[in-house]
């Protein structure tokens, strides 16, 4: 055989087998306790007819937000496979919607992630996710890597992903890697945060299609990402992420930074003016990169029990 077609061979060879190394997958059968994968699946949470009244608060609470506009830093701002900027999540909500304050605190919910965490929980952070047709999907990256700042540890937070669509391969569904937790994997240029996607080509990756109602709980150790919304329906899913109740500042904590952020990254964006976050109350408060937020109704660990711990005594 001719020195080239040799090495076309084991290119192809070596391909091949790094492509089935990159779609190794971990079935739900597969999938190892929590207290060595740090993840867990949980069936048919909320049955069919809480998930479509869900659904419609989703859809309402969308259409009622004013000012959906990329400088409002409380709507999630992506670059769509079409070149053009989508608004595809919100982030925060509990403070704006009653409803998706209690259905954070719901003890369905909070119950499971007392038990992985091992102590009363407070709801640290939650967005929602809408990835209409066409939205990108996530990068790779550990939780941890971005929360951290605000107190708890990678292990004394977790975050829930509840499905309110059907989520699978096509739409983007999320993908864990829990055998990878504990591994040093490298970053991408420029975001130290992150994890390159080529470190994952060989790792094992957990999928699982979820149903609404469905339930993801993974903590902020595990690597995780998504691909793109390929399918013609919108992919939503609400993230809750919950800390032990002794770091009772984290909310605040990590918004405080987290607006801050978005503002320095968004100053020069589409709408050329300055960023800003709009209250519960309608009160509009432009943000300045470099200085803390005047007022943290949007993003308090006080008030009438918005934040409250949760506690098996409840």
């Not at 409803?99 to 939650?126: H, N, P």
């Not at 469905?214 to 150790?221: I, K, P």
């Not at 800390?243 to 990254?265: G, P, V």
């Not at 589409?270 to 309608?282: L, M, N, S």
Request: aromatic content about 10%; charged content about 30%.
């Amino acid at each position: 055989m001719p020195v080239f077609s040799i090495q076309v061979y084991w290119l192809t060879i070596s391909y091949c087998y790094r492509m089935q190394m990159a779609i190794r997958r971990i079935s739900e059968s597969q999938l190892r306790p929590w207290a060595e994968s740090r993840t867990s699946l949980h069936r048919e949470i909320f049955s069919s007819l809480e998930m479509e009244h869900i659904r419609r608060q989703a859809a309402q609470l969308w259409d009622a937000l004013p000012e959906r506009r990329p400088s409002n830093v409380r709507f999630g701002l992506r670059g769509s496979l079409d070149d053009e900027w989508i608004l595809d999540r919100i982030d925060p909500l509990a403070d704006v919607s009653p409803f998706f304050r209690d259905l954070a605190m719901d003890r369905r919910l909070t119950s499971i992630a007392q038990e992985c965490l091992g102590g009363d929980v407070i709801l640290m952070k939650e967005k929602l996710i809408f990835k209409p047709p066409g939205a990108p999907g996530y990068g790779a990256h550990r939780d941890g890597a971005y929360f951290c700042d605000a107190g708890p540890g990678e292990h004394e937070m977790l975050t829930v992903a509840l499905a309110l669509d059907r989520a699978s391969e096509e739409n983007g569904a999320l993908k864990l890697y829990p055998e990878s937790r504990r591994k040093q994997l490298a970053s991408p240029p420029g975001e130290a945060r992150d994890i390159a996607e080529s470190a994952l080509i060989s790792e094992a990756v957990f999928q699982p299609e979820l149903e609404p109602g469905d339930a993801v709980f993974f903590d902020c150790s595990v690597p995780h990402n998504s691909a793109p919304n390929r399918s013609d329906q919108a992919r939503r899913g609400y993230f809750i992420t919950y800390a032990l109740a002794k770091y009772h500042s984290a909310r605040s904590r990590f918004y405080d930074r987290y607006f801050r952020e978005l503002a320095a990254m968004r100053r020069n964006g589409p709408d050329k003016e300055p960023c800003f976050v709009i209250d519960a109350k309608g009160r509009k408060q432009v943000i300045d990169p470099d200085k803390r937020l005047a007022w943290h109704d949007c993003v308090s660990d006080a008030g009438p029990g918005e934040w409250r711990s949760v506690s098996s005594a409840d």
